[in-house]
C-alpha cells in the first residue's frame, strides 16, 4: 500500500544525531513523506539545522517553549497538518529505509477506521552497533494497556481517523504520549497491530529522553519515586479516558476503565480490580507487579 505518511519529530538539542536521523527519514522507500518538526527550546544548533533543512524545502518547522517530549509531540499531534498516515520521529535514531512502507502494509486500508502500527526496535549504542536487545511480546488488549507502559512511540504509526479521535480530547495529565495514544487506541476499538520485526536502530545514549537500557537500579528507583509520590498513573489515566472517550468505549471497555478509574474509592470495586482476568500481561512478572499496586491502592 502506498500512502502519504507526515511525520512528526520532537527535537531539542539534537545537534549530534540530527544530521544522521534526516537522511534516514529522506530516504524512505515505497512512500510519499512529509515531516513538520516542533523544536522544544534547544539552545544548540539544532535550529540553524532545522532552518538550513527547511530552506531547502525538505521539511517545515516551528519552535515554542520547553515542554518535554510528551506535549511537544502532543503539540505536534494537534497541529500538524492533515494527510493520511503519521509517524513519530526522534532526533537520534536511525531508520531502516522500509520502515514506513512495512507500517502501511500493516495497516492497509481502513478507510475511517482507526487503525495503529508500531514494531519492534534494534537497539544500538551512540556509534550504531548492536546492543543486547529488549523484545517484547504485546497480547494487544486494553486489560493489558491498563497494566502495562510499553509501547514505543518512535516506531508508531497510525492513520488520519485515528488523529480525528485523539483530537478531539486533549488529557490534562499524561506520562507520555505514546502509552496516552496507545491506550486510546485500544480503549475505543481502533485495529492495532504489532510487528516483530525491527525497522529502525533505536540509539542508546547518554542524553535519552526515554531509554531502554537503563539499569535495573534507575529503573526500580523511579518505580519507587513514583510509589512514595502516590502517583496513580494508571487510574489517573483511566480517569482521562472515561472523561475523553467514555462515551465511544464499548460497554466492555467502559465497565473495565470504571474500575480501574473507581477502585480506590470503592471496596467492591478495589476485589473486582484485583480479581479481574483482564488485568493480564505477556509479561508474568509485570501481572504480578500490576496486581500488588492495586492491592497496595498504587495503581
Given at each position: 500500500?502506498?500512502?502519504?505518511?507526515?511525520?512528526?519529530?520532537?527535537?531539542?538539542?539534537?545537534?549530534?544525531?540530527?544530521?544522521?536521523?534526516l537522511?534516514?527519514?529522506?530516504?524512505?522507500?515505497?512512500?510519499?513523506?512529509m515531516?513538520?518538526?516542533?523544536?522544544?527550546?534547544?539552545t544548540d544548533?539544532?535550529r540553524?539545522?532545522?532552518?538550513?533543512?527547511?530552506?531547502?524545502g525538505?521539511?517545515?518547522?516551528?519552535?515554542?517553549?520547553?515542554?518535554?517530549p510528551?506535549?511537544?509531540?502532543?503539540?505536534?499531534?494537534?497541529?500538524?497538518p492533515?494527510?493520511?498516515?503519521?509517524?513519530?520521529?526522534?532526533?537520534?535514531?536511525?531508520?531502516?529505509?522500509?520502515?514506513?512502507?512495512?507500517?502501511?502494509e500493516?495497516?492497509?486500508?481502513?478507510?475511517?477506521?482507526?487503525?495503529?502500527y508500531?514494531?519492534?526496535?534494534?537497539?544500538?549504542?551512540?556509534?550504531l552497533?548492536?546492543?543486547?536487545?529488549?523484545?517484547?511480546?504485546?497480547?494487544?488488549?486494553?486489560?493489558?494497556?491498563?497494566?502495562?507502559?510499553?509501547?514505543?512511540?518512535?516506531?508508531?504509526?497510525?492513520?488520519?481517523?485515528?488523529r480525528?479521535?485523539?483530537?478531539?480530547?486533549?488529557?490534562?495529565?499524561i506520562?507520555?504520549?505514546?502509552?496516552?495514544i496507545?491506550?486510546?487506541?485500544?480503549?475505543?476499538?481502533?485495529?492495532?497491530?504489532?510487528?516483530?520485526?525491527?525497522?529502525m536502530?533505536?540509539?542508546?545514549?547518554?542524553?535519552?529522553a526515554?531509554?531502554?537500557?537503563?539499569?535495573?537500579?534507575?529503573v526500580?528507583?523511579?518505580?519507587y519515586k513514583?510509589?512514595?509520590?502516590?502517583?496513580?498513573?494508571?487510574?489517573?489515566?483511566?480517569?482521562?479516558?472515561?472523561t475523553?472517550?467514555?462515551?465511544?468505549?464499548?460497554?466492555?471497555?467502559?465497565?473495565l476503565?470504571?474500575?480501574?478509574?473507581?477502585?480506590?474509592?470503592?471496596?467492591?470495586?478495589?476485589v473486582?480490580?484485583?480479581?479481574?482476568?483482564?488485568?493480564?500481561?505477556?509479561?508474568?512478572?509485570v501481572?504480578?507487579?500490576?496486581?500488588?499496586?492495586?492491592?497496595?491502592r498504587?495503581?
Amino acid at each position: 500500500m502506498q500512502g502519504t505518511v507526515q511525520i512528526l519529530m520532537s527535537t531539542y538539542n539534537g545537534e549530534r544525531f540530527l544530521h544522521e536521523q534526516l537522511s534516514s527519514i529522506y530516504s524512505q522507500e515505497g512512500v510519499d513523506i512529509m515531516l513538520t518538526v516542533r523544536d522544544d527550546g534547544s539552545t544548540d544548533a539544532t535550529r540553524r539545522i532545522l532552518e538550513e533543512e527547511s530552506a531547502a524545502g525538505r521539511l517545515q518547522w516551528y519552535t515554542g517553549a520547553n515542554k518535554g517530549p510528551a506535549w511537544s509531540f502532543w503539540d505536534l499531534v494537534l497541529n500538524a497538518p492533515d494527510t493520511e498516515f503519521y509517524a513519530f520521529a526522534d532526533q537520534d535514531d536511525v531508520w531502516d529505509s522500509n520502515k514506513l512502507k512495512a507500517a502501511l502494509e500493516y495497516i492497509g486500508d481502513k478507510g475511517n477506521e482507526p487503525a495503529l502500527y508500531f514494531c519492534q526496535t534494534r537497539l544500538v549504542d551512540s556509534q550504531l552497533r548492536e546492543i543486547p536487545n529488549v523484545t517484547i511480546s504485546p497480547l494487544l488488549t486494553y486489560g493489558e494497556a491498563l497494566m502495562y507502559q510499553f509501547v514505543g512511540g518512535c516506531t508508531m504509526v497510525f492513520n488520519h481517523a485515528l488523529r480525528k479521535l485523539l483530537k478531539r480530547y486533549t488529557p490534562t495529565y499524561i506520562r507520555m504520549h505514546d502509552v496516552w495514544i496507545y491506550d486510546v487506541a485500544l480503549a475505543v476499538g481502533a485495529h492495532v497491530s504489532f510487528d516483530r520485526r525491527p525497522h529502525m536502530s533505536y540509539r542508546q545514549h547518554g542524553d535519552n529522553a526515554v531509554g531502554q537500557m537503563k539499569s535495573l537500579k534507575f529503573v526500580w528507583s523511579n518505580r519507587y519515586k513514583r510509589l512514595r509520590k502516590n502517583e496513580h498513573i494508571r487510574s489517573r489515566l483511566a480517569k482521562e479516558l472515561l472523561t475523553g472517550y467514555g462515551d465511544i468505549m464499548s460497554k466492555y471497555n467502559r465497565e473495565l476503565t470504571e474500575l480501574v478509574a473507581g477502585y480506590r474509592n470503592s471496596s467492591g470495586k478495589w476485589v473486582k480490580l484485583f480479581l479481574s482476568p483482564r488485568l493480564k500481561c505477556a509479561s508474568s512478572s509485570v501481572t504480578i507487579t500490576g496486581r500488588m499496586a492495586i492491592l497496595t491502592r498504587m495503581f
